[in-house]
């Protein structure tokens, strides 16, 4: 069956911390609403299933539709209906996201501008740094926990979105997730630059084409994309990593 609670989370970005590389490590963002509601996006960063880099995909110049439909700036978490039509995002029907531009980064490694973690600190920091940057991310909503503090930020109640990626075309234990219009992504709105970044994750093990319907893999599924080589540093702001 799909994810459950699926939605978008429309808040300011004030933290973030960084997981490594070993386990099962997520880039952990806090964010907080306009109603002072605390946040917690786990971001994956490594895949549990091989190959286990992540693709991904920047665009510092994101135009959609979708960015006209998107609840209030701050306005907290939204449930989303999975259809068309709506500003739940679909990775393969919704012409969000080219799977033959995306890029294979390893989780962390030594030094600057050559993993997931700082690709996305680029833009993160940028959103912490800027109080008018309009943060939204989407995927799956966990909590609230009541007497449960958030285990990476610390705050009451634990709160939070993760399955910020594609989530449809899995395999193994992962395919009773799939799903359409329900993928994850990262949103960030500059206002003073009217203009929109975004993010897009995906697994390499996930297929591209996928029933209309279930979001399963179709059995005459075409090849996953063959993701560039790695080890090239990330653009800077103002260019498409």
């Keep these: 069956m799909p994810i459950s609670n699926y939605g978008v989370l429309a808040a300011t970005a004030v933290d973030r911390r960084r997981e490594g590389a070993t386990g099962t490590p997520h880039y952990q963002i806090h964010l907080r609403d306009a109603d002072g509601t605390d946040y917690r996006a ?3 960063v490594l895949s549990q299933q091989a190959p286990s880099e992540l693709l991904y995909l920047a665009d510092e110049d994101f135009r959609h539709p979708v960015t006209a439909i998107l609840p209030p700036a701050g306005s907290g978490w939204t449930e989303l209906p999975s259809r068309p039509g ?12 080219d799977h033959s531009a995306m890029r294979v980064l ?42 449960v503090p958030d285990k990476v930020f610390g705050f009451l109640p634990g709160n939070g979105v993760h399955d910020v990626h594609m989530n449809q075309g899995n395999s193994g234990q992962f395919r009773k997730d799939d799903g359409v219009y329900q993928d994850g992504g990262l949103l ?27 979001g ?26």
């Design 86 to 97: 709506t500003a739940s995002l679909d990775f393969v029907r919704g012409k969000l996201v």
């Design 42 to 44: 786990a971001v994956n």
């Design 216 to 241: 399963h893999t179709l059995p005459a599924s075409v090849p996953h994309p063959t993701p560039a080589p790695h080890g090239t540093p990330l653009g800077t702001p103002g260019n498409q990593a």
């Design 106 to 147: 390893p989780p962390d490694l030594p030094g600057p501008n050559n993993d997931l973690a700082d690709l996305l600190d680029q833009y993160v920091q940028r959103a912490i740094a800027d109080q008018g940057a309009a943060v939204y991310v989407f995927g799956q909503r966990f909590g609230p926990e009541p007497g």
């Design 188 to 214: 960030i709105h500059l206002p003073d630059e009217n203009r929109w970044t975004a993010v897009f994750l995906a697994f390499q093990s996930q297929s591209w084409h996928t029933d209309d319907r279930t």
